[in-house]
């Protein structure tokens, strides 16, 4: 389908931008990098009489080291993530998502930010911040905020960025030394994951001594695995020693039922995945 007649700015500051969106309120949308806004504005599931590009906002791409955390602008392609040294040395669970996020041509023109702030909860994403503990900075006329990603996903495509802000910055505590890996179950190339694991683990001595693990796609929003995080501390890095931990995946979480699988497909799914990913991670095998 053709979308329904819209104006389009594309502004070259974040301060014009948030000017516009005080404009024109609700009746205008966001426009990134447009892989999940254009199939909408297609298929008229919206219809904006403003769209607001942000593709000429120079400030909001880029990598950059702040100390203790990875700085990602909220307009950096995917592929600049993936590719980035700092994020691979520092924030190697974001590359090892990247990856596996839908196919070549979206990641040259997806951005990070935008993935993020459309917060599917089948988005390969969300999982691999929320477990690492991203901060989410947003910019409105108030001035800019920080949001840790345990609030920063409120629901189903929703988020904690207001009408009338702009997310600008994704900050990533450095995880230096942990391994890495993000184990994602699809049934066709390129899809969106029926259910995925994001897992980090820091081994010392043979054994795990500090876990995160993300969820994809097993609520309505990501899903900190906290009971496995918890039943990892202090068993060996062993099939054996993973197996009781990754048997908790799927507690506390609410996984939908649709033509992929039902609710216990997932639960099942989930265990078996946080086994693989976490061992993959700890660099063990089984």
């Known amino acids: 389908m053709i ?13 014009e931008a948030l000017a516009a969106l005080a404009q024109h309120g609700d009746e205008a949308k966001i426009l990134a990098g447009g892989q999940s806004l254009l199939p909408v504005l297609r298929m008229r599931l919206n219809a904006p009489e403003m769209v607001i590009d942000l593709g000429k906002i120079t400030s909001l791409r880029g990598v950059r080291d702040d100390g203790d955390a990875i700085v990602v602008g909220a307009m950096t392609q ?15 669970l974001v590359s090892k998502a990247v990856e596996h996020l839908a196919d070549v041509q979206i990641r040259h023109r997806g951005t990070f930010g935008g993935a993020l702030a459309h917060a599917d909860p089948a988005g390969d994403l969300g999982a691999p911040a929320l477990a690492l503990g991203a901060q989410f900075v947003i910019q409105g006329p108030g001035g800019t905020r ?11 495509f929703e988020t904690a960025i207001g009408e009338d802000e702009i997310l600008t910055e994704v900050r990533l505590p450095k995880h230096t030394g942990w391994g890495a890996h993000y184990e994602k ?11 995925a694991v994001a897992a980090a683990v820091r081994v ?5 001594a500090e876990a995160r693990v993300g969820l994809t796609n ?31 995946a799927a507690e506390g979480t609410n996984p939908p039922s649709d033509l992929n699988g039902d609710a216990d497909y997932r639960r099942h799914l989930a265990t078996v995945l946080t086994r693989r990913a976490v061992l993959t991670a700890a660099g063990a095998t089984g």
Do not use: C, K
Request: aromatic content about 6%; hydrophobic content about 45%.
């Open 185 to 195: 179950f699809v049934r066709v190339a390129h899809q969106w994951p029926i259910v």
């Open 218 to 248: 097993m609520g309505n929003t990501p899903v900190r695995a906290h009971a496995v995080e918890q039943a990892l501390v202090g068993q060996p890095a062993t099939p054996d020693g993973v197996r009781d931990a990754a048997a908790r």
């Open 78 to 92: 995917h592929s600049v993530v993936g590719s980035d040294p700092l994020v691979a040395e520092h924030a190697a």
């Open 146 to 156: 920080t949001v840790p990603a345990e609030e920063f996903f409120v629901d189903l």
């Open 3 to 15: 979308p329904a007649q819209f104006d389009y700015l594309a502004p070259s500051t974040v301060e």
């Open 204 to 208: 010392d001595g043979g054994s795990i």
